[in-house]
């Protein structure tokens, strides 16, 4: 079932929210009446969810702007839930890449937008390498990644060399060393790029991952979105009262695998 047409426009804008393409403003209801091709309360319901969710702030008589976003790692309305060191699971999710394949959707050099400037802690406007795969097993698609990495690394591959290892095995081979990570774990619902992609129904939960990727000098060399398919991937972990962690994740029914 298509999605509606204000709910498409939204997504739109708020992706090009995310990469920072609005920093003098958003085009006016006129301008994006035509660029749509929609009637005026379409474009006014598309403004209005993006200022519920607080990424936009409209103000009679002056120009819709973007808002500053939340902290890096953190969602609209949640807080950071765990941070650990992560070294066993690293090294889980090369080998979890490795019995997967990926098909490469995009590429770009972009310039960083506030969002991922703060995440990666470089200024607004430095280039980064934005990258989108879908990983799937023998089954099918399992999850929607996209990635941000620093341009001064990333520009070591592109996108063959993404279609053939696990980034970061690309990023090891970059002269980075993996030092640790900070991950969050929520739900999202699929919309229509999302549900094409991982071959589920719009509306579909998924697990919704975001995983910013530290080198041993404690400097984010990679912040990760990812949109997981639950019936195909399951996260476990278990804390103890020292703080010792034990994880698990599986991945359909053919990979799975144990960090300790």
Excluded: C
């Excluded at 085009?27 to 474009?43: C, I, S």
């Excluded at 999202?188 to 549900?195: Q, S």
């Excluded at 476990?236 to 991945?251: F, N, T, Y």
């Amino acid at each position: 079932m298509p999605l509606p047409k204000y709910h498409q426009i939204y997504l739109v804008l708020r992706e090009q929210l995310h990469e920072g393409r609005f920093a003098e403003g958003l085009p006016g209801e006129l301008a994006l009446m035509a660029q749509f091709g929609v009637a005026r309360v379409t474009v006014r319901r598309a403004l209005e969810q993006l200022s519920s969710e607080g990424l936009i702030a409209r103000n009679p008589g002056r120009r819709t702007r973007a808002l500053p976003p939340p902290a890096a790692g953190e969602q609209p309305g949640t807080k950071n839930l765990e941070r650990a060191n992560l070294r066993g699971l690293l090294e889980n999710l090369v080998t979890m890449g490795l019995h997967t394949s990926v098909k490469v959707i995009e590429v770009a050099t972009i310039t960083a937008s506030t969002q991922v400037a703060e995440a990666l802690q470089l200024q607004l406007g430095d280039a980064v390498q934005k990258a989108v795969r879908v990983r799937s097993t023998k089954e099918g698609p399992l999850s929607h990644i996209t990635t941000y990495v620093p341009d001064t690394i990333a520009r070591r591959f592109g996108r063959r060399e993404l279609s053939k290892k696990p980034i970061l095995v690309l990023l090891e081979e970059s002269g980075v060393k993996v030092g640790r990570a900070h991950q969050t774990i929520s739900a999202r619902l699929a919309d229509n790029v999302l549900a094409q992609h991982l071959d589920v129904s719009v509306g579909s939960a998924l697990l919704a991952v975001r995983r910013l990727i530290y080198d041993e000098d404690e400097r984010p060399v990679q912040w990760l979105h990812g949109f997981y398919r639950p019936d195909r991937y399951t996260y476990e972990m278990q804390l103890s009262r020292v703080g010792s962690i034990d994880a698990k994740v599986w991945v359909s029914k053919d990979v799975s695998a144990q960090f300790n």
